[in-house]
């Protein structure tokens, strides 16, 4: 550097003396020729310091110290012979060095290149790539950030403003990487990795938020990682891959579900006898799982895929009633098959009940508003009409054993002592054993159709005049039957609602 403003001063004074004097110019350029390559020599070397400043600044924070004094210098020059190119015209070769404004550009390319390093993991050999990526990205940046705040601010000049200069370095070289990987083909739960980091983890204690950091800067002033249009395009991305899967999922579930109903072994029952399926719980724990997910991006896309597991719920439930009438038909072209076909079609009773508990629950859990939502009464409605056909096809089943015995009323046969009422009375029983599998108000509703039914039946082969008394013995035995045949149902349906609650009259 002495070298160098000998030069400079030698040129200086030949300027003043003959500015036009090229040939003595050269003269002094020429002799000290190589003063401009060991400055660029330099310089190199005080690059290569800045570009391992975080390594430098914990082993040798002296050699960093070194640099800036350095670089300090050349600039005090650099004022210097600009100040005096104003007032004289000259200024030496090689002036302005910047080297100030070189040295931060060292720094930025120095971060880049930090958070770039980062970027290992890919796809290809880690299915949690993302996940991994921007954990290591957290820890780098934070560490780094410390790092600054202790050690590197006090080998810099408090007029450098260095930690507010490495905040924002880091902010904007974090924001160029994520804006990339924004870019990238994403799959639905990348996106959610990404959003979640970017709008949850980044500011948070984790990373920029960091007590050690917070006391320096505020996080909350610096532009979003992202744009908002490109999280709301990962968002509505997100929602169109989940619409899909979730399409798919319960298309699956539901076919899984079906395999079930023709085994021959009854349905699984739960804590309180009632049979049931596992449909509900798959179908719910997969919207569990997706719930929380979208809880971890922010409220109001959280409620949003709510209402999308609702809207998705509401055409579930549908072909899950298409499936339960074919179920029904299936099973009248032979009665005999499947073997469980009473058992499982409570079990779909029971599953709509378990169905409007969970949506009740998820409801309660994921969303701030008691309002309901466009589907639910759609959803509450398909509920029942398929608790309501279970219900029905379960009394058909009952009514098909019975409908010889219900012919036999009123009848010739009737009045000379068969037996029709008491086997009807022992069939509807013996059914209304299984039937007691049947949650509330189900069970309650088809106690009291089942009697009513029972009545009509009664009161049908009355009023078809089956018989014709001959006597009025005949007539006094018909009646005092009657009258016996009432009591009977009578005490079989207060028996059978004893526990439902309905008391037939």
């Known amino acids: 550097m002495d070298l160098e403003c000998s030069r400079d001063d030698l040129m200086y004074e030949q300027y003043r003396m003959d500015s036009k004097n090229t040939h003595d110019m050269n003269l002094i350029r020429n ?11 330099l310089a190199k070397q005080l690059w290569m310091v800045l570009q391992r400043a975080m390594g430098t600044v914990r082993r040798d924070p002296t050699m960093l110290v070194s640099v800036v004094r ?79 705040k202790n050690l590197m601010v006090q080998c810099f000049p408090p007029h450098y403003n260095t930690f507010d200069r490495f905040f924002k370095l880091y902010h904007n070289a974090v924001s160029m990487r994520v804006q990339e990987l924004a870019a990238e083909d994403l799959e639905a739960n990348e996106i959610v990795s990404l959003l979640t980091w970017v709008l949850n983890t980044y500011k948070s204690e984790e990373m920029m938020g960091h007590p050690e950091l917070l006391t320096e800067y505020d996080i909350n002033l610096m532009d979003p990682l992202l744009p908002q249009e490109v999280v709301d395009e990962l968002l509505s ?37 009632y049979y049931q399926t596992t449909l509900p719980a798959i179908v719910f724990q997969m919207f569990e799982q997706n719930l929380q997910v979208a809880a971890q991006i922010n409220e109001t896309f959280k409620e949003q ?21 074919a179920y029904k038909e299936d099973h009248l072209r032979d009665r005999q098959l499947p073997q469980c076909y009473v058992q499982y079609m409570i079990a779909i009773i029971n599953n709509c009940h378990t169905f409007k508990e969970s949506i009740n629950s998820l409801k309660k859990k994921y969303f701030k508003s008691t309002e309901p939502t466009q589907n639910d009464a759609a959803i509450e409605k398909t509920l029942n009409d398929v608790a309501k056909d279970g219900c029905q096809f379960l009394l058909d089943e009952v009514f098909l054993d019975l409908e010889h015995h219900l012919n036999e009323l009123l009848t010739r046969k009737w009045l000379t002592g068969t037996h029709a009422v008491d086997t009807i009375c022992v069939t509807v029983e013996d059914y209304f054993n299984d039937f007691a599998k049947i949650k509330k108000p189900f069970n309650t509703e088809m106690t009291s159709e089942a009697h009513r ?53």
Request: proline share 2%.
């Open 31 to 41: 002799y000290f020729g190589e003063v401009q390559g060991l400055s660029d020599d």
């Open 237 to 273: 991305k997100y929602l169109q891959t989940f619409t899909s899967n979730i399409t798919g999922w319960l298309r699956k579930a539901l076919e899984t579900d079906k395999k079930d109903w023709f085994k021959e072994t009854e349905p699984e029952a739960d804590q309180d006898g």
């Open 453 to 505: 039914r029972v009545v009509v039946e009664y009161i049908k082969a009355v009023m078809q005049k089956r018989i014709t008394f001959k006597n009025a013995d005949e007539r006094r035995e018909g009646a005092d039957r009657m009258i016996k045949e009432a009591e009977q149902f009578k005490f079989l349906f207060r028996k059978l609602t004893a526990v439902s609650g309905f008391i037939s009259t």
């Open 70 to 148: 350095i670089i300090e210098r050349e600039e005090k020059i650099d004022r210097r012979m600009l100040d005096r190119k104003k007032q004289t015209g000259f200024i030496p070769p090689g002036r302005p060095k910047s080297w100030k404004e070189k040295m931060f550009e060292v720094l930025e390319g120095t971060v880049t290149t930090r958070i770039e390093g980062s970027q290992s993991v890919t796809r290809e050999a880690d299915k949690m790539w993302m996940v991994r990526l921007l954990e290591i990205t957290r820890k780098y940046v934070l560490d780094d950030l410390i790092v600054v």
């Open 305 to 325: 895929v709510l209402k999308l597991c609702l809207k998705q719920m509401n055409s579930f439930l549908v072909r899950y009633r298409e499936e339960a009438i």
